[in-house]
């Protein structure tokens, strides 16, 4: 279910991020259209079980939802973190679905004044899933009235204003907060401190991303051969939510220039027409890495530097480009700035002057 509220300001919220993010990339993890919401839904796995990958997450998840049942509780409050497009509103999905709860979604810029949580909070139900996507984004007044209606179940309402101010004490049943976010680290200590469960997800292997496609491909009834699928995981930058829209971009090829059916190189010509080399790098990604060894020397540079040589916001280069870069070893982040590695010269074949110091690691 989903409350007026976030229909009304958390979807105009989202209309404007997805307004900004339509003129960006293929292969950005966050959603690039409207329609890609919808689209994203009907492929959303219900369960655990057919939740594919992040074996860590899936199993303490898996005990501690049985756990919570066979106690006939709610399960505990719970974040969830890690890059965009891997799969954590899914879950929260699924963990209202294992708990046979309803869901309400919202997310932290969505919600402005404790008013609007209020109504939300006094509408859930005993063991109801109250999902807030990036919550390290919530207003500094709104986390604090969250903090004991995530503890002791309770909202501390002031009415009226100066002399007449009354503050109502309001119970609530018993919730679960899911909480999103691609930055643990903005998170507030106090906030962070009332979870009891955390999950970290990490990219995916391609192998994972191979088996998501088919079951994609399947749910979509696409004609797609195995080779095909490794050939678009390969490209996905080890995120579901890109290996399902290159799976739609390559599914128009097929049915565009042969007869629908999905070959590997059919999946290798359709991405190569949208700019998607082999490794899921594209334009902005090379144009990034070109300008650390063209115009720094292979770096150090600072991302400040980066965001005025390239014309990008640096939020777009800190979330939407880098972390892909760093977790293929393309760059490495230092004190003094970023570093293009060795396997970034060979990758955009530029040889790499003598001069040169060798590719730094992590740690220095
Ligand atoms: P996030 O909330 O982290 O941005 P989503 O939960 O919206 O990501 O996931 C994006 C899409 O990727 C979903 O629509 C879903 O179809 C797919 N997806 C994500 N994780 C998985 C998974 N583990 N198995 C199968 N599909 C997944």
């Known amino acids: 279910m989903t409350l007026a509220h976030s229909r009304s ?3 105009r919220a989202t209309d404007l991020r997805i307004e900004f993010m339509s ?8 959603l690039i259209s409207k329609e890609e919401e919808s689209f994203n839904r009907t492929l959303r796995p219900p369960s655990l079980e057919e939740y594919v990958g992040q074996r860590a997450a899936v199993e303490k998840l898996s005990i501690a939802l049985q756990a919570a049942k066979q106690r006939g509780e709610p399960i505990e409050h719970t974040l969830l973190y890690g890059p965009p497009g891997l799969g954590k509103t899914t879950l929260a999905y699924i963990i209202a679905n294992a708990m ?5 979604t919202t997310s932290g810029p969505a919600l402005e004044r404790t008013g609007d949580l209020m109504g939300i909070l006094t509408n859930l139900g005993e063991g109801d899933v109250l999902f807030i996507d990036e919550v390290h984004r919530l207003p500094a007044n709104i986390e604090e009235f969250l903090y004991p209606a995530m503890e002791d179940f309770k909202v501390d309402f002031v009415v009226d204003k100066g002399m007449f101010a009354k503050t109502i004490n309001v119970p609530l049943k018993k919730f679960t907060l899911v909480g999103a976010t691609t930055r643990a680290g903005s998170l507030s200590a106090p906030l962070r401190n009332r979870f009891g469960l955390f ?5 995916y292997s391609v192998e994972d991303l191979q088996k998501i496609i088919l079951r994609s491909a399947e749910i979509l009834k696409a004609k797609l051969e195995p080779a095909a699928a490794e050939e678009i995981a390969r490209r996905a930058r080890g995120t579901p939510r890109i290996a399902n829209r290159l799976l739609r971009r390559v599914r128009d090829f097929a049915e565009v220039k042969a007869d629908g059916r999905i070959s590997a190189p059919i999946a290798r010509q359709a991405l190569q027409l949208e700019g998607v080399d082999e490794k899921g790098l594209d334009e902005l990604d090379k144009k990034f890495l070109s300008t650390i060894i ?3 020397h292979g770096g150090p540079v600072g991302v400040e530097a980066l965001s005025a040589t390239l014309n990008e916001e640096v939020d777009t280069l800190v979330d939407m480009v880098e972390p892909y870069l760093l977790q293929i070893g393309y760059i490495s982040r230092t004190k003094s700035g970023r570093r293009a590695s060795e396997a970034a010269y060979q990758h955009l074949q530029i040889p790499r002057p003598s001069s040169d110091a060798p590719a730094t690691t992590l740690f220095d």
Do not use: M, Q, T
């Open 9 to 11: 300001k958390g979807a």
């Open 23 to 30: 003129r960006v990339r293929l292969v950005s993890p966050d």
């Open 100 to 104: 046979g709860a309803k869901i309400i």
């Open 199 to 203: 999950f970290h997800l990490e990219f």
């Open 294 to 296: 063209h115009n720094y």
